[in-house]
T-cell receptor, first 116, second 114 residues
Framework: AQSVTQPDIHITVSEGASLELRCNYSYGATPYLFWYVQSPGQGLQLLLK??????LVQGIKGFEAEFKRSQSSFNLRKPSVHWSDAAEYFC??????????????FGAGTRLAVHP | SQTIHQWPATLVQPVGSPLSLECTVE??????LYWYRQAAGRGLQLLFYSVGIGQISSEVPQNLSASRPQDRQFILSSKKLLLSDSGFYLCAWSETGGRGDTQYFGPGTRLTVL
């Protein structure tokens, strides 16, 4: 069955430090992968997505993610974290097109805290 | 550009009362529409999706229902709220198409049932 695992529930980094959020997926075919960010009390905003081609994907707000098929991973990175990056981050996989829509399977999320 | 609206932003309701949450999308036609629930400290659970007017599919059995009276309007309802209905409700839309569909989310409604 399709699934997404985000191993880290909480991560704390210092402002200016680099960041890597882990995401592992289970999917039989070529996955369509997404990262979303959710600020407290807000909806989800799309950071980036991978469908095909270059395995290093650039997104908004200085984020990037690398698709590694051999490791079934799609980790999110940022070279220098800003205090405004404190939020919850969700990884998702497009689990297949059926019934007219693309079902997304979400991970449980990683909550990022940023220390000044 | 497309925008998605949800209201109300917050709602406090007593157990047993009815519920109506509304979602509208602007700037697109015939979108797929979705209702998700996010319980405290948990991930997102897809409740309903719709691929067209009057076409509603439910992902999980529950106390809630959904309707799509117009192309870009999606409503989440309940006749009698339960305590377990508390949570953060998110509406999303996507273009109709294949596996590459990207879902875009609204700002959400925080529902507290007392």
């Amino acid at each position: 069955a399709q699934s997404v695992t985000q191993p880290d529930i909480h991560i704390t980094v210092s402002e200016g430090a680099s960041l890597e959020l882990r995401c592992n997926y289970s999917y039989g075919a070529t996955p369509y992968l997404f990262w979303y960010v959710q600020s407290p009390g807000q909806g989800l905003q799309l950071l980036l997505k991978y469908f095909s081609g270059d395995t290093l994907v650039q997104g908004i707000k200085g984020f990037e993610a690398e698709f590694k098929r051999s490791q079934s991973s799609f980790n999110l990175r940022k070279p220098s974290v800003h205090w405004s990056d404190a939020a919850e981050y969700f990884c998702a996989v497009g689990a297949g097109f059926s019934g007219g829509y693309n079902k997304l399977i979400f991970g449980a999320g990683t909550r990022l805290a940023v220390h000044p | 550009s497309q925008t998605i609206h949800q209201w109300p932003a917050t709602l406090v309701q007593p157990v047993g009362s009815p519920l109506s949450l509304e979602c509208t999308v602007e700037g697109t036609s015939n979108p797929n529409l979705y209702w998700y629930r996010q319980a405290a400290g948990r991930g997102l659970q897809l409740l309903f999706y719709s691929v067209g007017i009057g076409q509603i599919s439910s992902e999980v059995p529950q106390n809630l229902s959904a309707s799509r009276p117009q192309d870009r309007q999606f409503i989440l309802s309940s006749k009698k709220l339960l305590l377990s209905d508390s949570g953060f409700y998110l509406c999303a839309w996507s273009e109709t198409g294949g596996r590459g569909d990207t879902q875009y989310f609204g700002p959400g409604t925080r529902l507290t049932v007392l």
